[in-house]
Nanobody, 126 residues
Framework: QVQLVESGGGSVQSGGSLNLSCEAS????????MGWFRQGPGKEREGVAA???????NYSGSVNGRFTISQDSAKNTVYLQMNDLKPEDTAMYYC????????????????????WGQGTLVTVSS
């Protein structure tokens, strides 16, 4: 049973924008911190952005100010708006969920992630 369904991604030129979405089940959405990881070619998977059930968001330093994470509770969906994309943002992006009713402090550790999306490829050309 697929529990995180991603959409979006694609290819853009440097400076362009893309929007990713991740739909979860109602139960997952209500009980998990949700967000995004990415894994570039030859790199380890890294956390990008996270949002808790109160709407508080956090970002990695490399995307802060360019990416925005948001959520729509009516749709059980989390979004990642990516602006001013750079070639170094090229990666497979994974929606992720970590069971936590209070915050996303543990989200950034991949071993704490309970659910992963299938991944969507983002390619930024210079």
């Amino acid at each position: 049973q697929v529990q995180l369904v991603e959409s979006g991604g694609g290819s853009v030129q440097s400076g362009g924008s893309l929007n990713l979405s991740c739909e979860a089940s109602r139960d997952t959405y209500n009980t998990h911190c949700m967000g995004w990881f990415r894994q570039g070619p030859g790199k380890e998977r890294e956390g990008v952005a996270a949002i808790d059930r109160r709407g508080r968001s956090n970002y990695s330093g490399s995307v802060n100010g360019r990416f925005t994470i948001s959520q729509d509770s009516a749709k059980n969906t989390v979004y990642l708006q990516m602006n001013d994309l750079k070639p170094e943002d090229t990666a497979m992006y994974y929606c992720a969920a970590e069971k936590d009713l209070y915050d996303c402090k543990s989200f950034w550790m991949t071993k704490k992630i309970d659910l992963w999306g299938q991944g969507t490829l983002v390619t930024v050309s210079s």
